[in-house]
T-cell receptor
Framework: DTAVSQTPKYLVTQMGNDKSIKCEQN?????MYWYKQDSKKFLKIMFS???????INETVPNRFSPKSPDKAHLNLHINSLELGDSAVYFC????????????FGSGTRLTVV | AQSVTQLDSQVPVFEEAPVELRCNYS??????LFWYVQYPNQGLQLLLK??????LVKGINGFEAEFNKSQTSFHLRKPSVHISDTAEYFC???????????FGAGTRLTVKP
């Protein structure tokens, strides 16, 4: 049973398209995150949701919109894709008790052509 | 806000040699510290964490790290590395209140035969 699962694993799309990445966790965690990892492996937090409420919204273009229908799901929708959006996107989750670390999904490699 | 600096972007070592990956952090509040490993084309896995208590923490795969509050460091060590340890290693810090996790830029460990 995969703890944090993301779909799709790979996504190749043309500039200007709209796409979504889905994330689900079966750990009972109440906080979920989206991270972007660029080609140099740098990890940058994008969004954080706690019990369906947006907690962190870092400086991310408005074209990115997270949606959390329930605390086990956090989807990422991207409008008008640009070449610079090409990266690996990771979903993660954590428990309310601080200090237990995050559990990461295996990532979605987005390539915009 | 807290930040993390990983002092080496790449560390090449020979198999069975010892290795140390360096990490320094900055924070105005007490923090939790973590090391994660990312194998090629995979998500991040938790190696070990420091919450409180003994400053020497042991993790999976024979890794250990030592918390040094005066030097604000949390260096990762392994006495004898294997080819399979080749991966990207990330140091991370989260504060005790927000649970937000910030990552260092990563250290690429390459183990040569």
């Amino acid at each position: 049973d995969t703890a944090v699962s993301q779909t799709p694993k790979y996504l190749v799309t043309q500039m200007g398209n709209d796409k979504s990445i889905k994330c689900e966790q079966n750990l009972g965690h109440d906080t979920m995150y989206w991270y972007k990892q660029d080609s140099k492996k740098f990890l940058k937090i994008m969004f954080s949701y706690n019990n369906k409420e947006l907690i962190i919204n870092e400086t991310v273009p408005n074209r990115f919109s997270p949606k959390s229908p329930d605390k086990a799901h956090l989807n990422l929708h991207i409008n008008s894709l640009e070449l610079g959006d090409s990266a690996v996107y990771f979903c993660a989750s954590s428990q309310a008790h601080r200090g237990l670390g995050y559990t990461f999904g295996s990532g979605t490699r987005l390539t915009v052509v | 806000a807290q930040s993390v600096t990983q002092l080496d972007s790449q560390v090449p070592v020979f198999e069975e040699a010892p290795v140390e990956l360096r990490c320094n952090y900055s924070s105005s509040v007490s923090v939790y510290l973590f090391w994660y490993v990312q194998y090629p084309n995979q998500g991040l896995q938790l190696l070990l964490k420091y919450l409180s208590g003994s400053t020497l923490v042991k993790g999976i795969n024979g890794f250990e790290a030592e918390f040094n509050k005066s030097q604000t460091s949390f260096h990762l060590r392994k006495p004898s590395v294997h080819i399979s340890d080749t991966a990207e290693y990330f140091c991370a810090v989260s504060d005790l209140i927000s649970n937000d996790m910030r990552f260092g830029a990563g250290t690429r460990l390459t183990v040569k035969p």
